[in-house]
């Protein structure tokens, strides 16, 4: 058996033993993948510039799934685009990645769907706490629900959104968890950022943490020793 289906296992079997109890998942690069995401927006801004720069737009165009980077100007620089290029590229993108008909495009994270439904299963409840913001409900509530995740109705499910676009993600989380922490026992989360999952270890020491290992932002941030490392959801 797979240490990462003990892992995942065990999580589940703490959940049944306390009804009720809450797992918070994080969203992107979490649950779902945003690579389909960032290569359309490519895909878009290379059409934009076909005419007057075809050779960028091929370099564009021709960017593999598994060569994006956390940030669209690292993919930029990884792929020699001029400056000047690059910056115009991360405005685009700016303006399109947050937006809801771009979060239809996210692929999921292998066993996120099954994992999430088997929370409820076992009388549990899944909390989505993302650093997406209250303008996104509509685009996130539709790509969970094609992707077979548990309906967040506000019972079985619960998406938990930022306020404000512009809050940083880690004051919200920090904020957002005392709140949780009083909705019943956190059991365990799931996170890609190293930041996020150890704000989880502080606050809840008896739960179970796990990182995702996708990909972060990359801050120079070492998870918390107790924290379980996995690839995905499959057990
Ligand atoms: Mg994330």
């Known amino acids: ?21 809450i797992v918070v998942f994080d969203l992107d690069d979490t649950l779902f993948s945003t690579g389909d995401r960032h290569l359309r927006i490519l895909a878009e801004f290379a059409a934009v510039i ?16 598994e060569k994006l980077r956390y940030s669209i100007a690292d993919t930029a620089k990884d792929h020699g685009l001029e400056e000047k290029l690059a910056k115009d590229l991360r405005d685009f993108w700016f303006a399109r990645f947050f937006k809801n008909p771009y979060l239809l495009e996210d692929s999921i994270i292998p066993g996120g769907p099954e994992y999430a439904s088997e ?13 997406r913001d209250e303008g996104m409900r ?9 992707h077979g995740f ?9 998406l938990v959104l930022k306020p404000r676009f512009d809050t940083p993600d880690f004051a919200f989380k920090n904020e957002a968890l005392r ?20 704000l989880f ?32 959801f499959r057990r």
Request: net charge neutral; charged share 25%; glycine share 12%.
């Open 1 to 21: 058996m797979s240490s990462q289906k003990i892992l995942l296992d065990a999580l589940l079997d703490e959940v049944a033993a306390r009804p009720g109890a």
């Open 150 to 158: 548990p309906e967040p109705d506000g019972k079985g499910a619960t």
């Open 138 to 146: 509509e685009g996130t509530e539709a790509s969970l629900l094609r």
């Open 119 to 131: 929370v409820l299963v076992r009388g549990g409840r899944s909390f989505y706490m993302t650093g």
């Open 201 to 232: 270890v502080e606050r809840f020491p008896k739960g179970r943490h796990f990182l995702l290992e996708t990909k972060h932002s990359g801050r120079p941030i070492a998870p918390h020793p107790s924290v379980h490392r996995i690839k995905d």
């Open 50 to 65: 076909e005419t007057s720069d075809a050779r960028s737009a091929g370099i564009l165009r021709g960017i593999a799934r």
């Open 179 to 198: 709140a949780v922490g009083e909705m019943g026992t956190v059991a365990g989360s799931f996170e890609n950022e190293p930041a996020h999952v150890n």
